[in-house]
């Protein structure tokens, strides 16, 4: 005899398992059924997000933009109501824009965490989710590759500006 699954009988990091799972799929509706409607989410780097439609927006755009997109869930660890999941994503940036920028044709491969709650319902509710915005920037070309001689020239320039600065505040009282 089967016995039924429901999300209110699971702890967070199975359905926070089961979220990812099927954002791996790029199914978007399978994903939107562990949400609440009032679902929040703060991407740290990109906004707050505020309901389903705003959330799914964003997945939208990333798989459009990416159309190799690939998600690796590498560890969730949670209890009862909270989850925190491991992951990384990765794709090329030969679709249409993303965030505003125009497709680079450059491979871009993030690691992030994000911390997942879940209602009484046991529908995610409030998602935190943490990465390295450079790391992306530099994916997309925006940035220098790390400890290049560009990243380095770029980086005392600014320490020259910064000094300047300072030397002009000191001058004025400041």
Same mark, same amino acid.
């Given at each position: 005899m089967a016995t039924a699954d429901t999300t209110a009988t699971r702890t967070a990091a199975d359905v926070?398992?089961?979220?990812?799972?099927?954002?791996a799929a790029?199914?978007?509706?399978?994903?939107?059924?562990?949400?609440?409607p009032e679902v929040v989410?703060?991407?740290?780097?990109?906004?707050i997000l505020r309901g389903p439609d705003e959330y799914r927006a964003l997945f939208e755009e990333m798989f459009a933009a990416f159309p190799d997109y690939?998600?690796?869930?590498?560890? $969730?660890?949670?209890?009862? +109501?909270?989850? @925190?999941v491991r992951w990384r994503w990765s794709g090329t940036h030969s679709g249409s824009p993303f965030q505003g920028i125009e497709a680079t044709r450059r491979r871009v491969e993030v690691r992030t965490v994000d911390w997942?709650?879940?209602?009484?319902?046991?529908?995610?509710?409030?998602?935190?989710?943490?990465?390295?915005?450079?790391?992306?920037?530099?994916?997309?070309?925006?940035?220098?590759?790390?400890?290049s001689p560009a990243e380095r020239a770029m980086r005392s320039a600014f320490n020259g $500006?910064?000094?300047?600065? +300072?030397?002009? @505040?000191e001058r004025r009282g400041g």
């Open positions: 926070a398992r089961s979220y990812f799972e099927a954002l790029k199914d978007l509706d399978r994903a939107e059924a562990l949400r609440s989410a703060d991407i740290v780097p990109v906004g690939e998600l690796v869930i590498e560890d $969730v660890v949670g209890g009862e +109501s909270t989850a @925190a997942i709650e879940l209602d009484t319902e046991g529908r995610i509710v409030r998602v935190i989710a943490y990465f390295d915005a450079m790391e992306v920037a530099r994916g997309l070309g925006m940035m220098p590759p790390r400890d $500006v910064t000094k300047v600065r +300072s030397a002009i @505040a």
